[in-house]
């Protein structure tokens, strides 16, 4: 699953920047550096200084140097090879986590180097061919042998406590993924994004080295450490696993730039969004909804909390909401039935929802949602991230720490009611108008229990100038014990996007999130 996932992005990928995961920067330098034997501790300074160091030296990039045997599969081959279980890192040592690796080859041709550290030591685990399976695949381990890994897997037993699943993922560029309980993977989230949807095209950053703290046989969290590379910036992580119901990474970064970027995207995510509740397929599909996410939530540090519901739009389409200290944003997946996908091999209901939650004070800047067209359910077209309004300094050091949670049925949600789907359509019996558009929404929440049965909820929605409200009607809905909106809108230029926002209001209370949606330019 994981890789059918990692596919997907490598396409997304290879159409926005021109570029794959398999051709991102690797500095030689590091390969070489002496970690085995270390007399001290290692902790996160150790990999700040790394990327200093990094920040003001050039750049250099690495070329490919695959054997032609693995150089040139395709996914389904890559699939082939597996790594043995039995080979796992602190199997044998009953520990309660196991580090399992990925082979490279397909898009995925620079090498990542791993260490572990124990106590005050440091070593690197190595990489050998006969820890894999190669399947059906006509290869020489012997020719493997120079290789390394591509990334690696943290397994933790978290639906029962005889048998380690996998939660956390390392494989291409900076994304990695995680697991809670119950949950199949999904969306990816990533250590940075630069020059998301610019013109100008995006670069990768990379994760070029790990060190990971070898758990005590009590321990219930793990401790990553990661460099990072790129042309322009440099970066050190520390990642704080925790595995849960709701399983969550502490991420502590500081960075470095060699050079200005024209947009610094903080604690991304990236998703797929095909069709959904808004938007019917435009093929023939048994599947009614095809997305790892629904929705972009936002938290604003004012109390006021926005939906907006995720489209697969015909152009590029970039939106954003300017913010000073915000409370989080997350990619979420609202829907939970598995009648609303149909889909027994990706159980898209399973999916987790990734939220974000700052440490500290952000400032002012912007989360912003980039949505880009896909024919397909191959390619990861969603990304959101945190702009911030200043930018950091060329060679100075930018720090962050956010918590990252990988959320399914206690997902973050607003204290008094929340968007639970989006409809798009006018009904059979309603005169049809190319330039008017019907919307339906509902919203579920607790406030609505509390609702005195005097109060008749209003909604409330404006648009921006190239859209005029025509209708608003609120009405209960019975079968959920929630409210249902219907809006209808019409455009006035048929190549321009209509920005809508709406809520509920009982009086002067509001009694909803803000529901912010935009109609793409047909």
Known sequence: MYLNLSQRTQSRISALARARIAVLPLSAALLLSATVGSAFAFDFDNVAKQAKDLAASSYSKPEGSLPKEIANLDYGQYKE?????????????????????????????????????????????????NDFDFGALKVDPRKMRGLGFAGFRVHFPLNT?????????????????????????????????????????????????????????SDKELTIYALLNSRRVTGAYRFVLKPGVDSTVDVKAQLYLRENVSKLGLAPLTSMFLHGDNQRSQVDDYRPEVHDSDGLSVASGTGEWIWRPLVNPKRLLVTSYSLSNPAGFGLMQRDRSFASYQDLNAHYEKQPSAWVQPKGNWGNGRVELVQIPTPDETNDNIVAFWVPETQPKVGQPFNLEYTLSWQKDAEKRPPLSWVTQTRRG?????????????????????????????????????????????????????????????????????????????????????????????????
Do not use: C
């Open 81 to 129: 090879i597996r790594f043995r279980p039995e080979k796992s890192t602190w199997r044998s040592q009953k520990l309660p986590f196991e580090l399992a690796f990925f082979h490279q080859g397909y898009a995925f041709d620079q090498p990542v180097k791993i260490n572990e550290i124990n106590g005050q030591s440091v070593r690197e685990i190595r990489f050998d061919p």
């Open 426 to 522: 006018l009904g059979v019996l309603k005169k049809s108008d190319d330039n008017v558009t019907g919307l339906v929404v509902d919203f579920e929440g607790p406030v609505f229990k509390k609702l005195s049965d005097k109060v008749q909820p209003e909604g409330v929605v404006s648009a921006d100038d190239n859209g005029k409200v025509l209708e608003t009607r609120v009405e209960r809905n019975d079968v959920t014990g929630g409210w249902r909106m219907t809006v209808k809108v019409r455009r006035n230029e048929d190549n321009k996007p209509v920005e809508l926002r709406g809520f509920l209001r009982g009086g002067s209370t509001t009694l909803s999130e803000t529901w912010s949606y935009i109609l793409p330019p047909n």
């Open 161 to 217: 406590p005889k048998y380690k699943d996998e939660v956390l993922s390392f494989l291409g560029a900076s994304y990695f993924r995680g697991l809670g309980k119950d949950q199949t993977y999904g969306l990816s989230a990533r250590g940075l994004a630069i020059d998301t949807g610019l013109s100008s095209g995006e670069e990768f950053p990379r994760f070029t080295e790990f060190w990971i703290e070898r758990p005590k046989a």
